[in-house]
């Protein structure tokens, strides 16, 4: 994950959210939806250990110029149906120490609709995130139509209330191509869950918060290609990571309810007689249009 930088002045989105509910008429926004809506990876994080099939830990590396180490310890399912992401300041070794998951080689998919429900901490210095990477990231063509990672959200600077959604392609050099939108209205860290989606389709990538499209873009152009998706802390020091307010801050934790991904977004309308969190929705789906049960 690289950090997203905009110098353009942040466009305030307000949210009202947690008003959705399946009324089988067409998806709100565009990319009409031609297909039933069909699940096809599912995590609720249930028992007490992360499942093989779907996730392995990130491999043990350092990030952000030494700031930050991913370390296998810190990813753990906390027995209450939630995934945990903790990131630790180590005082011994002078750097953060965080969690991260990823479907590498386990789960990937091109269009469709992908969603996680979050609770981010506040912590200066320190970022959450679920993104993507799809195709060669690093390869410099002049487009993303090869390869792009696809940043779903990023709690950077959330203790300023931000948070982003970012793409990145053409690799990480000077060849490297952005594309973003940072909101600091979402009030994402209000110490509850929120669902966070990202619908690719043919035409645009889709970002959705609690329900609500956030942001499109079509990037450097769309990229059809597999993507696996992660789950990740990090820290750095150009946003004030191993600062004596971030260490303050920690250890602070990144809480995953679940994770579900779809052939294509599920149709949804405002209804404010019905109140259903997305989770709750797509649950439904599952339940009466699938005939599946989920939790
Ligand atoms: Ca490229
Ligand atoms: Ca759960």
């Known amino acids: 994950m690289k950090k997203f930088i905009v110098a353009a002045v942040c466009i305030a989105a307000v949210m009202n959210v947690k008003t959705y509910v399946f009324m089988g008429a067409e998806p709100v926004g565009s990319d009409p939806a031609d297909k039933t809506p069909i699940v096809l990876f599912e995590d609720n994080f249930d028992g007490d250990t992360i499942d093989p099939t779907k996730w392995e830990r990130c ?31 180590n005082s011994e070794e002078g750097r953060v120490h965080s ?3 990823q479907t590498a080689d386990k789960f990937s998919h091109g269009y469709g609709y992908y969603e996680a429900s979050v609770r981010f901490p506040k912590a200066y210095g320190m970022w959450g995130a679920f993104w993507m990477m799809a195709g060669d990231v690093i390869n410099v063509d002049g487009s993303s139509k090869d390869g792009i990672e696809i940043d779903i959200i990023e709690s950077i600077d959330n203790e300023q ?9 053409d690799g990480y050099g000077k060849e490297t191509k952005s594309d973003g939108k ?11 869950f929120h669902t966070f989606g990202l ?3 043919e035409k645009n990538y889709i970002f959705y918060v609690d329900g609500k499209e956030t942001w499109r873009s079509s ?12 789950l990740s802390c990090e820290a750095s020091a150009d946003m004030g990571g191993g600062t004596s307010k971030s260490i303050a801050d920690l250890p602070a934790k990144m809480e995953v309810d679940y994770v579900r ?3 294509t977004k599920p149709p949804v309308t405002a209804n404010p007689q019905k ?5 709750d929705l797509i649950s439904e789906i599952f339940r009466t249009a699938l005939g599946r049960q989920t939790n």
């Open 99 to 101: 969690g991260a998951v």
């Open 275 to 279: 109140q259903l969190p997305a989770y």
């Open 199 to 201: 619908w690719r389709t």
């Open 261 to 263: 991904v779809l052939n």
């Open 59 to 89: 491999p043990e590396q350092e990030r952000c110029n030494g700031m930050d180490f991913w370390d296998d310890k810190l990813s753990y399912l906390d027995g209450k149906g939630k995934l945990i992401l903790e990131t630790r300041w």
């Open 161 to 169: 209330n931000k948070c982003n959604h970012a793409l990145h392609w």
């Open 182 to 192: 940072i909101h600091k209205d979402l009030n994402i860290y209000d110490g509850r």
């Open 219 to 230: 990037g450097g152009g769309i990229c059809p290609l597999d993507g696996y998706m992660l």
